[in-house]
């Protein structure tokens, strides 16, 4: 199973960008897709996620600007962020607990990350 993330960039305080993630490979469920982020020096945290069949999960910090959502045809988890701060500076990453084909026990996965910038 691989993930592929995209959609980071450099945006200026107040602004907006939506990153994607697709998971691919022998996939037989999806039990959960999110998003964590890694500032510079400091430790990787959550930033939002969709536990399959229940309501979505955010970070305080970013309650109210984010919206996490799933596409599960395409096996794809968005992140749609406004409003964004310099403080959300950081490699965003997303993750999946997958059971492959063939599997009866769930895998964890992450994306190869992509930086979000949020500079003037």
């Known amino acids: 199973v691989q993930l592929q993330a995209s959609g980071g960039g450099l945006v200026q305080p107040g602004g907006s960008l939506r990153l994607s993630c697709a998971a691919s490979?022998?996939?037989?469920?999806?039990?959960?897709m999110g998003w964590h982020r890694q500032a510079p020096g400091k430790q990787r945290e959550l930033v939002a996620g969709?536990?399959?069949?229940?309501?979505?999960n955010y970070a305080d910090s970013v309650k109210g600007r984010f919206t996490v959502s799933r596409d599960n045809a395409k096996n794809t988890v968005y992140l749609q962020m406004n409003s964004l701060k310099p403080e959300d500076t950081a490699v965003y990453y997303c993750?999946?607990?997958?059971?492959?084909?063939?599997?009866?026990?769930?895998?964890?996965?992450w994306g190869q990350g992509t930086l979000v910038t949020v500079s003037s």
């Open positions: 993750i999946a607990s997958v059971t492959s084909r063939g599997s009866s026990t769930s895998n964890t996965y």
């Open positions: 969709v536990p399959d069949g229940r309501s979505p």
């Open positions: 490979g022998s996939i037989f469920s999806i039990h959960y």
